[in-house]
RNA sequence: UCAGAAGAUUGGACGGCCGCUUGCGCUCUAUAUUUAUAUGGGGUGUGAGAGGAAAGUCCGGGCUUCAUGGAAAGACGGUGCCGGGCAACCCCCGGGCGGCGCGAGUCGAUGGACAGUGCAACAGAAAGUAUACCGCCGAUGGCUGUUUCUCUCGAGAAAGCAGCACAGGUAAGGAUGAAAGGGUGCGGUAAGAGCGCACCGCGUCUUUGGUAACAAAGAUGGCACGGUAAACCCCGCCGGAAGCAAGACCAAAUAGGAACCGCAUAUGGGCAUUUUCCGGCUCGUGGUUCGGGUUGGUCGCUAGAGCAGCUCAGUAAUGAGCCGCGCAGAUGAAUGGUCGUCGCUUCUUCGGAAGUACAAAACCCGGCUUAUAGAUUUUCUGAUAUU
RNA sequence: UGGGGUAUAGCCAAGCGGUAAGGCACCGGGUUUUGAUCUCGGUAUCCCUGGUUCGAAUCCAGGUACCCCAG
């Protein structure tokens, strides 16, 4: 159990964030998507082989400030428990935040998002 | 006990696992060299890490830039009882006046309507220098008739009565309306009327109390002076504009342009907005076409009109003094994710179940406004019961 | 983050203190054998809550929703 934990910390930090809005408006124009109860993926594949990461929720999902962040910091811990050893490395994903994200429980939170990887084929192999 | 009024405080607790930002210490590593420091990246230990409204962005300041200092007027915008507080304020405290409430209290953009202009639909006689109309009266004058008297028997004169509604008097009444040019009562009159009187209201003057707003008392006038300024406006006071994505610095890259035309060439032009005056700075300027650039990082960035306690002054807002504290600084944006136990509230078939507010810093302060589950607490008012 | 704007019937909208115009759509009646056309009528919490005023869609204050601009 130990050891799990330690290879999730290392692969962490080969997770990088995407922060310019340019890339963001590429990777939905050009990406695939897929939408879930509790949220959508969208991907795109990039030169590196490495795995960037953007959170999107916008006002449309709910007015408060305070859901909202709560939303982001769930997704935030959802890719940080799935996507480094369920997720194919050289892509590009985008997590968006839906008004279920909120209420729904931890665990089918993480099923959602391996869900949408599995659907897109871009599930990778756990050892 | 019930029903209220005005405040004040608080805004769940503990633990396991996994994380984030940042200060400091230790340590590893890369680069630069003045071989011990600087900068960057990691590891580890330890400390700190959302609010009473952080919100709305409605006011007032600090700070920054607009090269730029002062004075006056105008425009535009804001503000408006009096006194005090504050760095300042559309803020706060106390008081006056008016409305509401049995009361504790509460609400009020609360200067000026003899500086001027405007507005009041419909209804109503009339909506503002009141009186045209209906109505009432017709005392007085006029006309007609009649009675009495005189008489030259034609008529005349005087007084009384009746009529007409001609001159005129009047504003009590006239269904309205938000509002009708003082109100109620008595007298008075031809009918009436502040025409007279009493009380109330209003204006003016004086005195007293109060720093003042204003209040009270007395005298006097005889009603003259209606409403609306969150209609224009007048008067007093205040205000340059834009905002930390302001702005400063570093690195990289690009450019320090070209052509044509017009104006001006220093007694001139420009320097944010309307004009003028004084002072200061700067030097070519305007248009069209072609060409080039529009990224990253650091600082600003948190010690400030700061917070807590005590004493003194003050009715209070607040001020002064003493003592203590060190308290978020992110930038696709941290301050958490998840699991469990316990509080609290409601329901309960007594096993439990459901709920646990509003709302998250973004340069920083002082206010206002709006949202807010519940819990604790102080003072006061009214009703009922008992003593 | 800062700056600015709009809200009137299902839709497009006029109105600037005094009865909420108009068009399209919808509903009902008439005309027609029936339908279209034509014709008559109906349909409004003026975004919400207070205030000023005799009276507010309009003036003032606070709130809500939506939209635009700078970067």
Redesign the pocket.
């Known amino acids: 159990m130990l050891l799990i934990?330690q290879a999730?910390?290392d692969q962490?930090?080969s997770l990088t964030?995407?922060?310019?809005?340019s890339?963001?408006l590429k990777i939905q124009s050009k990406g695939r998507k897929w939408v879930s109860h509790g949220l959508i993926v969208q991907t795109a594949p990039n030169e590196d082989d490495i795995k960037r990461i953007?959170?999107?929720v916008s006002k449309r999902v709910d007015?408060?400030?305070?859901k909202r962040?709560?939303i982001?910091?769930?997704l935030?811990?959802v890719a940080?428990d799935v996507l480094p050893t369920g997720a194919m490395n050289g892509q590009d994903y985008i997590l968006v935040g839906r008004p279920a994200s909120a209420t729904r429980?931890?665990?089918t939170l993480c099923e959602d998002l391996r869900w949408c990887l599995r659907k897109m084929g871009l599930e990778a192999k756990t050892p």
């Open positions: 934990m999730t910390k962490q930090a964030q995407i922060k310019k809005r890339d963001f953007g959170y999107t007015k408060s400030a305070v962040n709560r982001k910091r769930r935030r811990a940080a429980s931890y665990e």
